[in-house]
């Protein structure tokens, strides 16, 4: 009977682990809504503009309740200066089927679902646009 007990604990284990990981973005469910923005490294020009935009527009991303998520080849951090470990990055890479080399910004609404995926930078304006012709943004405007 112990051996089962260590059979069953043993295989549970890594599921476990997996589920804790997987489940990260949870937290944000239905409260935010995340920008996921990913790139090889901090140094992509496409990144550096990216968040050009973002820094200016904070007030804009508050209102919103729009937290960005930094997602880089080995590591990454969001803008309310959480770590995203190296096995997350990996996670979201292949969750939404993103190349490690292609600069990717992914819109996810506050459901989990993803809303809009773009290649090149996003405009504040642009950004602001997709997210206010939302449903629940409009009825958040409301209130």
């Not at 997987?22 to 469910?29: R, S």
Request: charged share 30%; aromatic share 10%; glycine share 4%.
């Amino acid at each position: 009977m112990n051996k089962i007990i260590k059979i069953v604990f043993l295989l549970s284990t890594p599921i476990i682990a997996f589920s804790q990981e997987e489940d990260y973005l949870q937290e944000y469910l239905w409260k935010n809504r995340i920008l996921l923005i990913f790139t090889k490294s901090e140094q992509d020009i496409d990144y550096q503009e990216q968040m050009k935009l973002m820094n200016l527009s904070q007030k804009g991303l508050s209102e919103r309740n729009l937290i960005v998520f930094s997602i880089f080849d080995k590591q990454g951090k969001t803008s309310t200066n959480k770590e995203v470990s190296t096995y997350l990055c990996k996670k979201l890479r292949q969750k939404f089927e993103v190349d490690k080399d292609i600069f990717t910004v992914i819109l996810i609404g506050k459901d989990g679902g993803e809303k809009y995926r773009s290649k090149a930078v996003i405009t504040d304006k642009q950004l602001f646009a997709i997210i206010d012709a939302m449903p629940m943004r409009k009825a958040e405007m409301k209130h």
